[in-house]
T-cell receptor
């Protein structure tokens, strides 16, 4: 089955700096890659996703890149703000698995004011 | 409803007790998923419904775990004879269509088995 590795496990940045979180996956059949933000005591919230037919997607301060050949994808957050502090999860799923996502282990992002 | 609703938010059970966790998906959402999230880890898939049909239960850890969605809306995850290793947050999620429409999560039920 699919295996998703996520790095780093914790990331501390100064407000205004950029943050990058990286994930690798094992199943070459995976073609949908969402990113979720989870705040304390809440469920994961989808923040951006990318499908394998594109290499990059951007939404305001958030961007995701995908390298299918290397089987890795990354989340980039620019101009970080204290409210970006949370745990971020990447996930992957093969084309025939609907939303049966395999998640990475998570990255705790701390943005210091 | 405004989002996926789960109840109770917290459940404490003595080892050996049975528990039932409820999920109200977003109205009209066809697909419903249950995930288990251990402390400090990412969610792990348990089971998946499309309307009332349970299409995949490969993630259920043991036969003590049972899920149902009899009318294609509300779902219940039941755990029989709870064990300490069942302690986790149980997340329910729904999506509008079968396939890969965005997955919306509830805030989960935190189960503690003592």
């Amino acid at each position: 089955g699919e295996n998703v590795e996520q790095h780093p496990s914790t990331l501390s940045v100064q407000e205004g700096d950029s943050a990058v979180i990286k994930c690798t996956y094992s199943d070459s059949a995976s073609n949908y890659f969402p990113w979720y933000k989870q705040e304390l005591g809440k469920g994961p919230q989808l923040i951006i996703d990318i499908r394998s037919n594109v290499g990059e997607k951007k939404d305001q301060r958030i961007a995701v890149t995908l390298n299918k050949t290397a089987k890795h994808f990354s989340l980039h957050i620019t101009e970080t703000q204290p409210e970006d502090s949370a745990v971020y999860f990447c996930a992957a799923t093969p084309g025939d698995a609907g939303n049966m996502l395999t998640f990475g282990g998570g990255t705790r992002l701390m943005v210091k004011p | 409803g405004a989002g996926v609703s789960q109840s109770p938010r917290y459940k404490v059970a003595k080892r050996g007790q049975d528990v039932a966790l409820r999920c109200d998906p977003i109205s009209g959402h066809v697909s419903l998923f249950w995930y288990q999230q251990a402390l400090g880890q990412g969610p792990e898939f348990l089971t998946y419904f499309q309307n009332e049909a349970q299409l995949d239960k490969s993630g259920l850890p043991s036969d003590r775990f049972f899920a149902e969605r009899p009318e294609g809306s509300v779902s219940t995850l039941k755990i029989q004879r709870t064990q300490q290793e069942d302690s986790a947050v149980y997340l329910c999620a729904s999506s509008l269509e079968a396939g890969r429409s965005p997955l919306h999560f509830g805030n989960g039920t935190r189960l503690t088995v003592t």
